[in-house]
């Protein structure tokens, strides 16, 4: 397995990258049993909307394999599907092996697709930088957060790669810091250049630093373009239009979630106390602090410039353009 892959399907075992340990120690690690699949995505050993489709799709493939009755697979893929509920990638994931007649196969799809379409989304997205921008992003949303090339990471390192040489503004993504550890970790690997910032920095550097665009990813998108992504984004398409600044969300298609109106139907995960009364391993906050950890917030479509998908770039009216999206030819079903 190469050392930054996230996923990789290995005969009787789904290898996983813990991403919990980065940018330390790279670790790779076997999950065998439905407890495995479910404690690594529930952990965030395994994380990123588009990753957790894939590694729940070969876990899923991998549990028809090894539990032979239906009722107790049944209920083992439930687990998986409700494992985290926010993005929607995971449980559409589950259902497409689920309804194939070769889970494994159908699984492997999932995944060649997804590097596919994230080098679509990357190319689609490049006309989106000048030479020289300055660009803000949150969370990660790399290779790490896909198993392929990535959505927002994988725009700019493009962007980067045709010559447009990005500065990177990183939002370190309390309280979990994905931004700190694993974003910058890859634009650093890719060669482009990246600053790091706290996130309470992002109104400061949108009125000093002379930010351009900034580009996020999505854990899902209802029909009106409302968006759920890691929390702050939210914020940060506030400020965004407060400055003039263009609002931009990388998505695959698996991203939408067509049979939603709006986001206020989006569940919203909410994760334990510690991760935000504890930093590094240190109590960061009284024992008895009463924390609110919305792991993920909702940003409403008017603040969203445009979704970079693999089939184009999709601009507002969002009510009209993405269920167009929901139309479009299947180009990218590669492996059929
Ligand atoms: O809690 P996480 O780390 O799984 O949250 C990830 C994000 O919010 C990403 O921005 C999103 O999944 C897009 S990943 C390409």
Not at 236 to 254: D, E, N, W
């Amino acid at each position: 397995m190469k050392a930054f892959a996230p996923v990789e399907w290995d005969g009787d075992a789904v290898l996983y990258l813990d991403q919990r340990l980065l940018p330390h120690e790279v670790r790779h690690e076997r999950a065998q049993t439905v407890d495995d699949i479910e404690s690594a995505i529930r952990g965030l050993a395994v994380r990123g909307a588009p990753c957790i489709g894939v590694f729940a799709a070969y876990g899923t493939a991998l549990l028809r394999r090894t539990i032979v009755d239906d009722e107790g697979f049944a209920r083992a893929a439930r687990r998986v599907r409700e494992a985290r509920p926010t993005a929607v990638n995971l449980a559409w994931a589950v259902d497409r092996v689920l309804a194939a007649t070769d889970p494994l196969e159908e699984a492997r799809a999932i995944h060649e697709e997804q590097k596919a379409i994230d080098d679509a989304i990357g190319a689609h997205g490049i006309e989106l930088f000048a030479k020289g921008a300055r660009v803000l992003t949150h969370c990660n949303t790399g290779p790490l957060a896909t198993g392929g090339s990535g959505t927002a990471l994988g725009v700019i390192i493009a962007a980067h790669r045709a010559g447009k040489r990005p500065r990177v503004f990183v939002d370190e993504t309390r309280p979990l810091l994905q931004g700190s550890r694993l974003n910058y970790l890859e634009l650093r690997m890719a060669g482009v250049d990246a600053v790091l910032m706290v996130d309470a920095a992002a109104a400061v550097a949108m009125k000093r630093q002379r930010i351009d665009l900034a580009i996020v990813g999505a854990d899902r998108v209802a029909r009106n373009g409302d968006t759920a992504n890691k929390i702050g984004t939210y914020g940060l398409a506030i400020l965004a239009a407060h400055h003039g600044i263009p609002f931009y969300v990388a998505a695959p298609r698996s991203t939408f979630d067509f049979s939603l109106e709006r986001g206020d139907a989006i569940p919203i995960e909410e994760r334990a106390a510690e991760e935000v009364a504890s930093f590094a391993g240190t109590r960061a906050a009284p024992e008895d602090a009463v924390v609110y950890n919305p792991a993920f917030d909702v940003t409403p479509g008017h603040l969203v410039t445009a979704f970079v998908t693999e089939a184009g770039i999709v601009r507002p009216p969002y009510a009209e353009t993405i269920p167009n999206l929901e139309m479009a030819p299947e180009v990218l079903r590669l492996s059929r």
